[in-house]
C-alpha cells in the first residue's frame, strides 16, 4: 500500500488522477497502485483507491488525453452488465467503479464458464457504433497490411526477426488476407487475466483501456494469443461466441490474424522494452513452422513461462 501523503504519492498518481479524486465528496482512505502498465512513454499506471463512505475505484492513467476521450466515449456504448462505467476523466486519467471479485483462475475453465465467455465477447461485438468510428476504423483498416510490413521491418532490423522469417511471415499474411472486412467494438484484450467473478460468478471485464473499433476477427486473435487453451476448451469458447456471432471469417483468414497479432505483440514489447518479448516471437515461428498454420487455430496453446 502507498502511504496516503507526501510528495511521492502526488507524484505517482499525477496531477489528473489526483484532479479526479478530489472530486468525490469522500476523503480517500487507501491507495494501492495496480500495476505500472508496459509503455514506451512509461506513463500508463492503474491504482486502487479507497474512501471514508467504503466507496472503492479504480483510477488508471494511460497514454494521452486523446486515448482517455476515446476511452470515455467507447465505454459508454458497453453494457454495463459486464463491464464497470467509466465515472469521470481528466486529462490522461479516468475513474471506474471498482468490480468486487475474484479472478479467473484455471480451474474455472470449464466448458460452460468458456462458452459463457465466448457469447460474452460475441455480444461485445454486436454493440452499435456510431458512423464516425466505424468509418475512422475502416479507414484504418484498409492501410493493415502495409503497418504490418512496416512492423516486420522494425522486428528485422533490430535482429528479434531474421530476414527470412520476416518475409515467410509476410508471405503467410499476403496468402490468407481477408477483404471487406467489418468492424465492430472491440475489446482487444479478451482473456482471463482481465476478467473478474463476481459473488454470483458472473464474468465482468474490468480493464477496458484497450477498447477500439476494430474487426472482430483481431479481436478474437488476440484472445487466441492472449488467453492460452487447449484445443477443446478453443472449440467450447468458440461454441459460445457463435451463440451470438460468427467465427467463420476467423477461421478461414486465421493465419493472417494470428501473424499481424503476434509480430504486434512482438513490436510493442520491443519498443517499451518489458518482460516477454520472446513469447509472440516464439508463437510465430511456430506458426511458420507448421505445414498447416490454419490447424493451429485449435492446437493446444501452452502458457507463457514466468517472465516470458
Same mark, same amino acid.
Given at each position: ?35 505500472? !502498465?508496459?509503455?514506451?512513454?512509461? $506513463?500508463?499506471?492503474?491504482?486502487? /483507491? ?8 479504480? &483510477? ?6 486523446? $486515448? ?9 456504448? /458497453? ?16 475513474? %471506474? ?6 479472478? /479467473? ?15 460474452? $465477447?460475441? #455480444?461485445?461485438? $454486436? %454493440? ?48 490468407? /488476407? ?6 465492430? !467494438? ?12 463476481? &459473488? ?19 479481436? !478474437?486473435?488476440? %484472445? ?45 514489447? #520491443?519498443?517499451?522494452? %518489458? ?13 511458420? #513452422?507448421?505445414?498447416?498454420?490454419? #490447424? ?13
Amino acid at each position: 500500500m502507498l502511504p496516503l501523503a507526501g510528495p511521492d504519492l502526488r507524484a505517482s498518481l499525477g496531477p489528473d488522477v489526483l484532479g479526479l479524486l478530489d472530486a468525490i465528496p469522500s476523503p480517500v482512505v487507501e491507495i494501492a497502485r495496480l500495476t505500472r !502498465l508496459p509503455s514506451p512513454r512509461l $506513463q500508463r499506471a492503474c491504482f486502487h /483507491v479507497r474512501f471514508a463512505n467504503g466507496r472503492a475505484v479504480k &483510477a488508471r492513467r494511460v497514454e494521452s488525453p486523446r $486515448q482517455a476521450e476515446r476511452l470515455e466515449r467507447l465505454s459508454s456504448l /458497453v453494457d454495463g452488465r459486464y463491464a464497470p462505467p467509466l465515472l469521470g476523466r481528466c486529462g490522461s486519467a479516468v475513474l %471506474t467503479e471498482w468490480v468486487d471479485g475474484r479472478v /479467473v483462475m484455471p480451474a474455472d475453465a470449464t466448458p460452460a464458464f468458456l462458452r459463457r465467455c465466448g457469447a460474452l $465477447q460475441a #455480444r461485445l461485438h $454486436q %454493440t452499435a457504433v456510431p458512423a464516425d468510428l466505424r468509418v475512422d476504423a475502416e479507414d484504418r483498416l484498409r492501410d493493415a497490411p502495409l503497418r504490418l510490413e512496416r512492423a516486420v521491418e522494425d522486428l528485422s532490423r533490430c535482429a528479434a526477426l531474421s530476414d527470412g522469417e520476416g518475409e515467410r511471415a509476410l508471405e503467410l499474411a499476403r496468402a490468407y /488476407v481477408p477483404r471487406d472486412v467489418p468492424v465492430a !467494438l472491440a475489446h482487444g484484450d479478451f482473456c482471463a487475466e482481465n476478467l473478474v467473478l463476481d &459473488a454470483r460468478d458472473r464474468a465482468h471485464l474490468v480493464d477496458n483501456e484497450t477498447l477500439a473499433v476494430h474487426a472482430p476477427e483481431y479481436d !478474437l486473435g488476440r %484472445t487466441w494469443y492472449r488467453w492460452p487453451m487447449t484445443g477443446l476448451e478453443r472449440r467450447a469458447y468458440y461454441e459460445g461466441y457463435r451463440e451470438h456471432g460468427k467465427t467463420d471469417a476467423f477461421a478461414r483468414h486465421f493465419p493472417y490474424w494470428a501473424v499481424t497479432v503476434l509480430v504486434g505483440a512482438a513490436r510493442f514489447r #520491443r519498443r517499451a522494452a %518489458t518482460a516477454g518479448a520472446r513469447y509472440p516471437l516464439d508463437r510465430l515461428r511456430a506458426l511458420l #513452422r507448421a505445414r498447416d498454420p490454419a #490447424r493451429l487455430l485449435h492446437a493446444d496453446v501452452p502458457a507463457p513461462e514466468p517472465g516470458r
